[in-house]
């Protein structure tokens, strides 16, 4: 790092928009340090399709910090501020600590070097409180030389984990493709060994680094064979094994081999402790809009902010009132949330479930009824504009740089970034329309699935509702009344309790 006194700060501010002026000077970028305020070292600026980049090597250089990494896979991790970074090669994501952030470009990789998009990676780090300002030093754009696209590799299996668990053992085979139609199979024989079958499978025997193994646990040692267009992964065996389950992941895409050993009573221990983490003990519900946003207005003066806390307000006080369950809310008056905010509190205080309530609007007075919506890029076209209603709060924020450029391509990645919390996500939805159908008027418009922001990076099953329509007179005259209101919140109650009731029973069973 290096250490300035204001009036070099100061000196440095002016000399910019010198430097600017200079064409023998490559761009370069100057980092403002959060907790101190002083500057860190210029490093270059690189040019790729008129977007600037970074490389990860100089920033770590400009920080003082040790960059690890694992060029066999293209991945580097280095810290700051105590905090975790892991960047991967020809992704759109960083991941600080557990949590995932998306960039609208992807990193780049060249001379064994990660290189990243400029302006995306300096709002994570101004967001993340690492810095608190970035200045160009412009001179003559470069590029970084040599740029390719990875080159085609014959091998699709990349590596190996084994996780040790109370009551068994998880291999996470990962790969550079899904192999989730290609019949893998795993059997045990005469339980002393385990073999993995992966039609389609390539990988580097000569090169292929064997797994560590942890010490007295169920796996010894790995043997890898490629077998024509087969690999067969074979692992010696120690102890009891009950069963052998094969399951897949889309993000990474990677093959997951359980081994589910006999339960004791020390694993049964460990395994209710585990159970204990999935309970549903907190749920975060969502106001839409708010302050000076104030979502759709109906033509006799409703605003959709109005009836959406209302709601949110009485389905807490039933939750706090008849259940054992903590509520977290986004918003519990009429103030203005950020959407990317919004999961941020979500996630921050470890909520379970995610439900964000809305009131719908149309062009088409004759719309009306009741629908919940999941994330994922719209099918119709009604879903899409529903979406876009709710989406254009992000004009009223002060940065709207963080959301990037949602696109159907990066709606879909971020939607694969909650892959694991869809299935229950259509579980709460449906159950969800099934009690507005009991107890509310109007049309059940179903479970349908849209581009929603607010949605994108909640770390737990999560829904949008929209209780009516405020376009029509119908849907405004019910949601004006206080009684239709609490059977609204009644009815998301009923659901919340019978998803939590069914997902626990699970969890016990197994």
Known sequence: ?????????????????????????????????????????????????????????????????????????????????????????????????????QMPHPAIYQNEDIYLPLAAFSEILKHEKIVRNFHLIRGVPQTIPEIQQPAASIYNINNVQIVERANGVMIRIQTAKSFREASVKAWLNRKEWLYITIPGGQIDVVNFKEPPFPNDGTLRKMVVNQLDDVVQLSFRIAGDVESVDVLYGDYPAEVIVNLRKPYTIDSRHLLNKEREKWRIDKIVLDAGHGGKDSGTISPGGLQEKDVALDVVQRLGKLIQERTDVQVVYTRNSDVFIPLWERTKIANEAGGKLFVSVHVNASKNRSASGFETFLLRPGKSQEAIEVAELENSAVRLEEDQTRYGDLSSQQLILATMAQSAFMRNSETLAA???????????????????????????????????????LSNSRDESRLKRASYRQKAAEAIFQALIKYKTRHETLISAG
């Open 431 to 469: 159950q969800i329309q099934e009690e507005f159908d009991k107890e509310l008027q109007g049309v059940n418009r179903g479970v349908k699935q849209a581009g929603f922001i607010v949605l994108i990076g909640a770390s737990m099953p999560n829904v949008l509702v929209e209780l009516g329509f």
């Open 1 to 101: 790092m290096i250490r300035q006194n204001t009036t070099l700060s100061l000196a440095l501010l002016f000399l910019i928009p010198i430097l600017s002026l200079g064409e023998t000077q490559q761009t370069e970028v100057v980092f403002e340090r959060y907790s101190s305020g002083t500057y860190l070292k210029p490093i270059p600026v690189y040019q790729v399709a008129q977007l600037n980049y970074i490389a990860v090597m100089d920033l770590a250089g400009a920080f003082e910090v040790n960059v690890f990494e694992n060029a066999q896979v293209r991945k580097k991790v280095f810290r700051l501020n105590n905090l975790k970074i892991k960047l991967s090669a020809y992704t759109h994501y960083v991941m600080i600590d557990e949590r995932v952030i």
